[in-house]
């Protein structure tokens, strides 16, 4: 009976080998990476596909369908890919070659070597939860890893919306907020926290957020949104934003600067009991200007004072954000673009209404009137009753964005 030894000679005299000069010039052909995971996840033959050795024969035909391919076997070290090669050319592969002195020799030539994107053991146990769910996997924590969130306001809102993202590792997460973390924040911004009073909330944020998940890379703009500085914030590129504005000229300025740079909104506000949430994506779905086209003069405003909001309700709010942005994110599930979410905290109910974009919009309409950046003058917000968010867009004036009454700040 045939040892090892002989039985590697015997395959190797019946298979077609290649140096890794000759196989890099053989531009068409597909290079096929025999090795196991952990020697694949150190680096691979750039454009290679992976079929760990013992699934060869089982994932092959439906890998490569063409028996005619040029296909080019790989291993550490030319043993494993001779074998596989045999293999190959029994199953009826006619065009397979094995690459003499495999991967290693590949490297000692100096060619160029491709490092696979692949979660450390610290990120599988991390993320566990997400790799269990096929609708999001490895592939799609690796999206939430490479993807980038802006949010606006590091405030009520902002809070649980953050926290969600960044436990979720969403891998950039940008935060603009001027205001600094005041007493009165406390009862609903659970990202800050007493011994953080004075302290600017995006710093106060990047804290929290860094303290929970080393993944994420904060990006904190300690000023507030304006004409000035919202090309520069928006032009670093975003894959999605979270409004969590708690002023009218913030959220009018993050819409249109969201049309012009086609990034998707998550909108949310929050008033005493009741909340909305929707998503606003350009193009495919209505703008918050198509249902409400201008915010109200700030003469009919009424009192500041009447503004107040149940702690938790925000939390709720933002956390609907995280859920639609995250889906937004990993493309799957069905966001709430088109449809406005109304919750009622008293009540426990949740309706929605849909709504529509708006071919006579301003912004994103057919012959748009607005095509440069409006500073409103910041007013208070009123207490504009739940039916006023008109689904038709007819409403004289949009809901207050949150009930922080005279917050100078973007965080609801
Ligand atoms: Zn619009």
Same mark, same amino acid.
């Given at each position: 009976m045939a040892g090892y030894r002989e039985l590697l000679q015997q395959v190797k005299s019946e298979i077609d080998e290649i140096a890794a000069s000759e196989a890099?010039?053989? @531009?068409?052909?597909l290079f096929l990476d025999v090795r196991e995971q952990d020697e694949w996840d150190e680096g691979t033959v750039p454009g290679a596909v992976h079929v760990p050795r013992g699934q060869l024969e089982s994932r092959i035909e439906g890998l490569v369908p063409d028996r005619a391919r040029e296909l080019v076997v790989y291993c550490a070290g030319? !043993?494993? !890919?001779?074998?596989?090669?045999? @293999?190959?050319?029994?199953? +009826?592969?006619?065009? &397979?070659v094995s690459l003499a002195g495999g991967f290693t020799d590949w490297k000692r030539n100096g060619f160029e070597v491709a490092t696979p994107q692949t979660l450390s053991p610290e990120q599988r146990a991390r993320y566990s939860r997400h790799l269990l769910i096929p609708e999001v996997g490895e592939g799609g924590q690796q999206k939430l890893l490479a993807s980038r969130v802006l949010l606006i306001g590091a405030g009520g809102l902002? !809070? *649980?919306?953050?926290?969600?993202?960044?436990?979720?590792? &969403?891998?950039?997460? +940008?935060i603009v907020d001027a205001d600094v973390v005041d007493d009165s924040n406390l009862q609903r911004q659970i990202i800050h926290s007493t011994e953080r009073i004075g302290e600017a909330k995006v710093l106060s944020a990047k804290r929290t957020i860094e303290a929970l998940n080393p993944d994420v890379e904060v990006k904190a703009y300690e000023e507030r949104l304006t004409s000035e500085n919202v090309e520069r914030i928006l032009g670093e590129g975003w894959d999605a934003i979270v409004d969590g504005a708690d002023n009218f000229p913030t959220r009018y300025l993050v819409n249109d600067a969201s049309v012009w740079h086609d990034i998707p909104v998550v909108h949310g506000s929050i008033y005493r009991f009741e909340g909305q949430a929707t998503v606003f994506k350009p193009r495919e779905g209505p703008c918050y200007r198509c249902l409400f086209p201008q915010p109200p003069p700030p003469e009919l405003a009424p009192s500041c004072a009447e503004g107040g909001v149940l702690g938790v309700l925000p939390g709720i709010v933002g956390s609907l954000q995280a859920n639609e942005t995250l889906k937004l994110l990993l493309g799957i599930g069905d966001t709430l673009q088109g449809r406005l979410l109304l919750i009622d905290a008293l009540a426990t109910s949740f309706d929605e209404v849909t709504v529509k974009r708006d071919p006579g919009c301003p &912004? =994103?309409?057919?012959? *748009?009137?607005?095509?440069?950046?409006?500073?409103? &003058?910041?007013? =208070?917000a009123s207490a504009t009753p739940r039916s006023a968010a008109a689904p038709a867009g007819r409403s004289p004036a949009p809901p207050p964005p949150d009930g922080a009454p005279g917050s100078r700040g973007t965080g609801a």
């Open positions: 890099r010039e053989r @531009s068409d052909a030319g !043993s494993r !890919s001779a074998f596989a090669a045999k @293999s190959l050319a029994d199953l +009826g592969y006619e065009n &397979v902002g !809070s *649980p919306a953050a926290l969600y993202l960044a436990a979720a590792g &969403v891998g950039t997460l +940008g &912004v =994103c309409g057919e012959h *748009p009137t607005i095509t440069d950046y409006i500073d409103y &003058v910041e007013f =208070c």
